[in-house]
Each structure stands twice: as structure tokens, then as C-alpha cells.
Nanobody
Framework: QVQLVESGGGWVQTGGSLRLSCAAS????????VAWFRQAPGKERVFVSA????????YYADSVKGRFTISRDNAKNTMYLQMNSLRPDDTAVYYC???????????????????WGQGTQVTVSS
């Protein structure tokens, strides 16, 4: 089993930055692909970014491309999401998720991920 715990959320003004962390425990996640999703109030959970197990492949939703950067440190069993130029529509609960395989090749689908964290709130004020 893999346990994921997000941290680093908070309140920030428009244009500000936050760095989210996702710490894994239970086993090494060096073999797992990892992603970040977010869910705004009253809306569905949507894909934000993903990174391959080795870190050599990264993927982003169009809405965050150029502003967010995903990374991982397998030695620390931790993944990160650096968020810059934050906007009010980035306000959401952010979740990290992990999977050994993208079975259907769709890294942006929440159904691909077996393990989830509890989420961390990010609030961006205008």
C-alpha cells in the first residue's frame, strides 16, 4: 500500500506562488507515475499535471501550462507542484495520485490512479 500526504496549500494573492508537496510512505514510489488533480467547489476533479516514474516525462493541462511545474525526488519519496502566477480560478483542493501503470495510456484520467492523498486547499484571492 502507498500512503500519500499533500502539504503546502494555503492562501495567496493573484500572481503569487505556492509549492505543493506530496510525501509518500508505505513503499517507494520510484516505480510509480504520479499526478496532481484539483477540484473546485461544485465541480468535478480535473487533471493538472503528471510525471513519469523516472521523471523524464511531464504533462500539463492547458490551463496551467507555463505556470506550474511538476517534479519529483525519488530519493525523498516526494513529489512537488510549483505553482506560479496563480489566479483565482486556480482555487481548489489539490490532490496527488499515484499509479504503477497508465493502463489505457491516459495520464489525465483519474480512473488510472489507485492511490490518492487527502488533498490540500489552495485559495487564490483577487
Amino acid at each position: 500500500q502507498v500512503q500519500l500526504v499533500e502539504s503546502g496549500g494555503g492562501w495567496v494573492q493573484t500572481g503569487g506562488s505556492l509549492r505543493l508537496s506530496c510525501a509518500a510512505s508505505g513503499r517507494s514510489v520510484s516505480a510509480y507515475h504520479v499526478a496532481w488533480f484539483r477540484q473546485a467547489p461544485g465541480k468535478e476533479r480535473v487533471f493538472v499535471s503528471a510525471i513519469t516514474h523516472s521523471g523524464d516525462g511531464t504533462y500539463y493541462a492547458d490551463s496551467v501550462k507555463g505556470r506550474f511545474t511538476i517534479s519529483r525526488d525519488n530519493a525523498k519519496n516526494t513529489m512537488y507542484l510549483q505553482m506560479n502566477s496563480l489566479r483565482p480560478d486556480d482555487t481548489a483542493v489539490y490532490y496527488c495520485a499515484a499509479t504503477l501503470f497508465w493502463y489505457s495510456g491516459t495520464y489525465s484520467s483519474s480512473r488510472e490512479y489507485e492511490y490518492w492523498g487527502q488533498g490540500t486547499q489552495v485559495t487564490v484571492s483577487s
